[in-house]
């Protein structure tokens, strides 16, 4: 049998030294891999956990806001507004004038603003029940006409929000808009108004 040259007998003794080492990196990078996998996911099931307790704490606040919610609200507060009350008291002004002649036009048009044709009116369509909290679905009977500031006075209502000088009820449930159409009307004197119709989700809280 042939001897092995001493050159290769060395260069092989140095490769057995060297494969502890080489074994101990690839073990090293192997675990290194696993808990880099763990690091992650790690920190995604913690922001998972975030997130929920986020939105834990957000549903809490809300239940506790609308609690005490006037289960009349959208009666008292939203169909008993009256809109367009500058109008209102400027054709009026006119009727009781007697330097200006009452036109038809004019009485129809009082009429109608004073009417219920033009106030907030709405029918309870869908109304379903979860375990903590109930939905109806408000539709709109018929279309309102109101200006800038009646919009504004009637968001303020249904958002709870402050939008311009119009502050939120206390006692308002949760109102969500689900379906919102507003046309713009101009009128004779450069004046606009608008004509409203739109749908709520109303959610009540035991």
């Given at each position: ?19 502890p080492?080489?074994l ?9 891999s696993?808990?880099?996998?763990m ?10 956990l ?9 549903n ?7 609690q ?13 507004l ?10 009026q ?14 009485t129809?048009r ?10 907030l009116?709405?029918?309870e ?13 408000e539709?709109?009977k018929?279309p ?5 500031d009646?919009?504004?006075r ?13 502050t939120?009820?206390?006692h ?6 689900t ?6 009307k101009?009128?004779a004197?450069?004046n606009?108004?608008f ?12």
């Amino acid at each position: 049998m042939q001897s092995i040259p001493q050159q290769r007998l060395i260069l092989y003794i140095l490769a057995l030294g060297l494969l502890p080492v080489i074994l101990v990196l690839l073990n090293y990078q192997s675990q290194a891999s696993v808990l880099s996998a763990m690091d992650i996911r790690l920190n995604k099931i913690q922001q998972t956990l975030l997130l929920e307790k986020d939105k834990y704490q957000n549903n809490v606040e809300v239940t506790q806001r609308h609690q005490n919610a006037d289960p009349f609200y959208v009666d008292k507060a939203l169909e008993s507004l009256i809109f367009l009350n500058d109008e209102i008291d400027r054709l009026q002004s006119i009727l009781e004038d007697p330097s200006f002649p009452a036109t038809p036009s004019v009485t129809e048009r009082l009429e109608f603003l004073k009417s219920k044709r033009n106030r907030l009116a709405f029918a309870e369509q869908t109304i379903t029940s979860y375990d903590r909290f109930k939905e109806t679905i408000e539709v709109m009977k018929h279309p309102v006409e109101l200006d800038l500031d009646d919009l504004h006075r009637l968001l303020s209502k249904i958002e709870r929000l402050n939008i311009g000088s119009h502050t939120p009820d206390a006692h308002s449930p949760q109102l969500l808009i689900t379906d919102f159409r507003l046309e713009r009307k101009k009128h004779a004197n450069n004046n606009e108004s608008f004509i409203l119709n739109m749908k709520l989700l109303k959610r009540e809280y035991e």
